[in-house]
């Protein structure tokens, strides 16, 4: 046998089209995003849109709705809408770096990370969804349960996103070949 067949390319893989498309594109709706959410920003809402997603009370959502006014409303309605788009971009970008990451990395514990990381980003994306489904019924008029859900919704997505990050960290990080032991 030939041992050139066998040897392990050194180095990082190139990543693969799609996932260099999806990140484009997840990066390209992110900067959308954060030129609608400028408009956003008032002394009742200094985050935007987040702002909004993280008012856990009728009376802190209906202040930032009047801090919008109605030219506000519509960019806080574009915001929603093309953040739909943006949570499909995000999530598949996410997903194939999961794939890209786990490639050279055979072990069951990386597996096992993975599969974490993949069902954290699933459930962001899927709270996000939600997220922002009651977002576009609390914009009127806003109630306190609808305001809470959001803001339940809006920490569940963020906590996803956070510890899968730190998931892709760890496989990323996990040695390939245990220590030899002398």
């Given amino acids: 046998m030939n041992s050139a067949q066998h040897t392990v390319p ?32 008032t002394g009742s809402a200094p985050q935007g849109i987040v702002s909004f997603q993280l008012a856990g009370t009728a009376d802190q959502a209906y202040a930032i709705i009047r801090s919008w006014r109605e030219n506000g409303l519509i960019w806080a309605k574009a915001s929603l809408w093309v953040d739909f788009l943006f949570i499909v971009a995000y999530l598949a970008a996410l997903l194939q ?7 050279d990395r055979p072990g ?14 699933i459930t962001a994306g899927l709270s996000d969804v939600a997220e922002n489904i009651v977002l576009l019924n609390n914009l009127s008029p806003p109630t306190d349960s609808m305001s809470m859900t959001a803001t339940i919704l809006a920490l569940i997505k963020f906590t996803g996103l956070l510890l899968g990050v730190a998931g892709l960290v760890i496989i990323r990080a996990a040695r390939r070949h245990p220590l030899s032991h002398s």
């Fill in 10 to 41: 050194s180095g990082p893989r190139p990543m693969k089209p799609p996932m260099k498309v999806s990140i484009l594109v997840a990066v390209a709706l992110f900067l959308v995003l954060m030129a609608i959410n400028q408009p956003l920003k």
């Fill in 97 to 103: 770096l999961t794939r890209h990451f786990t490639r």
């Fill in 108 to 121: 069951i514990r990386e597996r096992k990370v993975a599969r974490w990381v993949r069902a954290l980003f």
